[in-house]
């Protein structure tokens, strides 16, 4: 979850911190003076037509939890959800005014953007995954295959926020011709076949498709392995232009973004380790490809 599902356990999620992880804040990105402004008019108006939040949130086709977020800054208001409560509480379009302000990017945890900042401009991306398909390479089938198998459920806003973000990632991989990706993927991720066939092969595809670009190399670590430098989990490092590696992990409550110099190197000696390991690419090409032919 970074991905909550958002980072690439996705959760599209960050760390904020240079050498530990931060407490996680729910599916409900940190919030910003952006959004606590945007909170603070929608509750003036609220008040002055005298609703309750209770009142208010049928008003605009939203819970009242959800209304109760927005107010305090702490989840982006959708644009439907800004033209409702514009409409029905009458605010001169201050609403609308206040929307086109916000700095805080929809779907992104407060954990995993300090890592998006840096991913946006690296000049290398190593990822190796053994729980899920890395965000980068989802297919919109397969994210919100993710997105709806979450615990505690999202709503249909928050899944919307969270593909947004996740399709805005995504286009990394064609905006950055330069930027050398590299991805090492476990067998059974294609194997467990998430979302069912049609989603499967539809992804497979995606991934072969991607893994034509000059830029980017897609290994596959076989099921079968003897030796396997990736047993302590998922591995992202990443090249910055001024040529210094920092690395994230993430668990199931929160991000870590890792800048000491001495983990940064032990995640990439493990992760050299597993290039050699996996498969070679044209091997793991092949193998793609005939999985792709069982289906």
């Not at 605009?60 to 409702?84: A, C, K, L, M, N």
């Not at 069912?196 to 995606?206: N, Q, S, Y």
């Not at 992760?271 to 490809?289: G, H, K, N, V």
Request: proline letters at 5%; hydrophobic letters at 40%.
């Amino acid at each position: 979850m970074a991905d909550a599902v958002g980072g690439d356990s996705d959760a599209d999620r960050i760390g904020v911190t240079a050498g530990g992880g931060c407490p996680s804040s729910g599916a409900e990105p940190e919030s910003s003076d952006s959004l606590k402004a945007f909170g603070e008019v929608l509750k003036a108006f609220r008040k002055r037509a005298r609703l309750t939040q209770e009142e208010f949130a049928p008003l605009v086709r939203y819970s009242q939890p959800t209304v109760g977020s927005i107010e305090q800054g702490r989840r982006f208001p959708q644009p439907e959800f800004v033209e409702r409560a514009e409409e029905v509480l009458d605010a001169f379009g201050a609403l609308r005014g206040a929307a086109r302000h916000l700095s805080r990017q929809p779907g992104l945890a407060s954990w995993f953007r300090q890592w998006a900042r840096l991913e946006a401009e690296a000049i290398t991306l190593n990822t190796y995954e053994c729980r899920l398909i890395p965000g980068l390479l989802q297919t919109e089938a397969y994210a919100r295959t993710l997105f709806v198998n979450q615990l505690p459920p999202l709503d249909d806003a928050q899944i919307e926020a969270q593909w947004e973000a996740r399709a805005q990632r995504k286009q990394l991989l064609t905006e950055r011709p330069t930027t050398a990706y590299s991805f090492i993927l476990e067998e059974h991720l294609f194997l467990r076949r998430m979302g069912g066939v049609e989603v499967t092969r539809g992804l497979i595809d995606h991934v072969l498709a991607v893994a034509e670009q000059r830029n980017v190399e897609i290994q596959v670590m076989p099921v079968v392995r003897e030796s396997h430098a990736g047993l302590h989990g998922p591995i992202r490092l990443l090249e910055t232009r001024a040529h210094r590696w920092f690395g994230y992990n993430e668990g199931q409550e929160h991000g870590q973004f890792i800048s000491d110099p001495k983990t940064v190197s032990t995640h990439q000696m493990r992760y050299a380790r597993m290039r050699s390991q996996a498969l070679p690419l044209e091997d793991s090409l092949s193998l793609l490809r005939r999985m792709r032919g069982t289906l």
